[in-house]
């Protein structure tokens, strides 16, 4: 059967290649570790899941969510109050509020609520490669923005000709910044506002690592810039900060207009978020900021350990401050891919070719540290050893 022509033009999902090399691997009986998925092991706290099991047995949660399409109102007060409590923001969960099923799905509904065809649609490279997918699927064309080390992996605007600015309707940012682990700085935002302004460009600031900082960095949200609203929206998730990968649960924050088309895309697509799964995320922004603290605390001892590792066989740099992820420089002499590689055969631990992110990515690999202690503390050892011969 004939798919899609849309289908043709999009690149196989990094993490679904992953899967299949891994999958080859262990059926020929090797012990491997991958290090490549951003996927939190730990469980998700036990009070989340009761009072997902709780509002479950009400017959009246096994109907559409759809009577308050944009989320129920009591999820959209909670995401109010977080908001409020975490970064300061003052959000109007009638028309500022939107429940998604994660940030992902927020990003492809996004260019179909504000992409038409043929329109450029700027995102960073490196990247979340999803962007790209979305922008294809959504009939834009993808231009790649390059983040680079030395301007602290933050787009350079100045760098974006005009002409290709004219044509762009919509630009995707991210920080903490998957892949690199980079953050903004508060002075980032005025200009990413003044260049949305200058071109009419909508921004979507993806911000589902923003609780999963360290070393004193601070919590940011896109929203606390004045004149965010009025550029674009935020959109977040309870995938990181709360273990919920599994769970699709996520909100867009911010300007009313787009809100409103995400929504409208939503109605006619995916009905909104199951509601015991909304109550089961109330109680998590509400009760479970405990669990950030102790995740934040664990990242930080396995980023200790890695970090060490790299020191000890030659690989030191200043780590970015975000994100569950160490965006490495690959050694001199040697492509992102090749070292890929080498890892694997050489130890069976599996990381990210920084190419896989965009050609940017050349010259690093992504170290992900959502594995347990002891497989990690493993696939050092075997590194340590690998690359101290
Ligand atoms: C930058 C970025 N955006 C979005 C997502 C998806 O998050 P969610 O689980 O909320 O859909 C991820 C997940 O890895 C991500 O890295």
Redesign the pocket.
């Known amino acids: 059967m004939k798919t899609a022509e849309r289908l043709t033009k999009i690149p196989p999902y990094l993490f679904m290649e992953l899967r299949k090399k891994i999958a080859r691997a262990k059926a020929d009986g090797i012990d491997v570790i991958s290090l490549a998925i951003?996927d939190p092991v730990e469980a998700t706290p036990g009070g989340i899941v009761e009072e997902l099991c709780r509002t479950a047995k009400d017959p009246e949660n096994h109907r559409y969510p759809t009577d308050e399409e944009k989320g129920m109102m009591s999820f959209r007060r909670e995401i109010a109050r977080w908001y409020g409590e975490r970064y300061g923001v003052s959000l109007d969960p009638a028309g500022e509020i939107l429940g998604l099923i994660?940030?992902?799905?927020g990003?492809h509904h996004f260019v179909l609520a504000r992409v038409n065809p043929g329109d450029i649609v700027l995102m960073t490279d490196p990247g979340?490669p999803?962007y790209r997918s979305s922008i294809l699927m959504g009939g834009g064309e993808p231009w790649p923005v390059p983040i680079l080390a030395e301007n602290g992996y933050l787009p350079d605007f100045r760098d974006i000709p005009s002409e290709i600015a004219g044509k762009a309707s919509a630009i995707f940012l991210?920080y903490p910044n998957?892949p690199t682990g980079a953050c903004a700085r508060k002075t980032f935002f005025p200009d990413l506002i003044r260049f949305a302004r200058d071109y009419d460009i909508a921004v979507c600031y993806?911000n589902?690592?923003s609780e999963i900082v360290f070393d004193g960095q601070e919590r940011l949200s896109f929203m606390q810039a004045e004149g965010a609203k009025e550029v674009g929206v935020e959109?977040n998730?309870l995938?990181k900060p709360y273990n919920m990968?599994g769970w699709?649960i996520?909100m867009a924050v911010g300007n009313p207009d787009l809100i409103a088309a995400v929504s409208k895309v939503k109605e006619n697509t995916d009905s909104g978020v199951f509601n015991p799964i909304q109550y089961a995320g109330i109680h998590a922004l509400r009760n479970e900021s405990g669990n950030i603290d102790r995740m934040i605390a664990l990242y930080g001892r396995r980023r200790a350990l890695v970090l060490g590792t790299l020191a000890k066989i030659g690989i030191k740099f200043d780590p970015p401050r975000g994100t569950f992820y160490l965006w490495v420089p690959v050694p001199k002499g040697m492509s992102s891919i090749e070292f890929t590689n080498r890892l694997f055969e050489k130890t069976a631990v599996v990381v990210a070719a920084g190419t896989a992110y965009g050609k940017y990515g050349e010259g690093y690999i992504r170290i992900s540290l959502t594995v347990p202690d002891d497989r990690l503390k493993e696939a050092m050892q075997r590194i340590g050893r690998e690359f101290s011969k």
Request: proline share 5%; hydrophobic share 10%; with cysteine.
């Open positions: 951003g994660g940030s992902k799905e990003c979340y999803a991210n998957n993806d589902p690592y959109l998730s995938s990968t699709r996520g």
